[in-house]
């Protein structure tokens, strides 16, 4: 059974940076993609990015765009979401999730994920 976990939210002031990561239990057994979704209070989830099973496809979404870094580390199952220059608007919890169907593509999409983490609180005070 597949399993994420996320870790490395926590408070920080406008301007500041966090480092996200998600673990994965190692029990897939096959290649995945792997996106960072977010939801604020009262808002729809928010695709953030996404890396292909390669790291060879990341996308991010414009709101993040040159702010945020998605890498990954294959020995360690791990992915992180390096996260510069944040605002008071990122203020969200975020999600990492797993797509075993489509492996190569960094989907945007998140119903196309089947795996999701429990999420880690990230608040960005002003």
């Known amino acids: 059974q597949v399993q994420l976990v996320e870790s490395g939210g926590g408070l920080v002031q406008a301007g500041g940076s966090l480092r996200l990561a998600c673990a994965e239990s190692?029990?897939?057994?096959?290649?995945?993609?792997m996106g960072w979704f977010r939801q604020a209070p009262g808002k729809e989830r928010e695709f953030v990015g996404a890396?292909?099973?390669?790291?060879?496809?990341?996308n991010y979404s414009d709101s993040v765009k040159g702010r945020f870094t998605i890498s990954k580390d294959n020995a360690k199952n791990t992915v992180y979401l390096q996260m510069n220059s944040l605002k008071p608007k990122d203020t969200a919890v975020y999600y990492c999730?797993?797509?075993?169907?489509?492996?190569?593509?960094?989907?945007?999409?998140?119903?196309?994920?089947?795996?999701w983490g429990l999420g880690t609180q990230v608040t960005v005070s002003s």
């Open positions: 999730a797993v797509d075993i169907d489509r492996p190569w593509v960094a989907t945007v999409t998140g119903n196309d994920y089947a795996y």
């Open positions: 190692g029990r897939t057994y096959r290649p995945y993609a």
């Open positions: 890396i292909n099973a390669r790291g060879r496809i990341i």
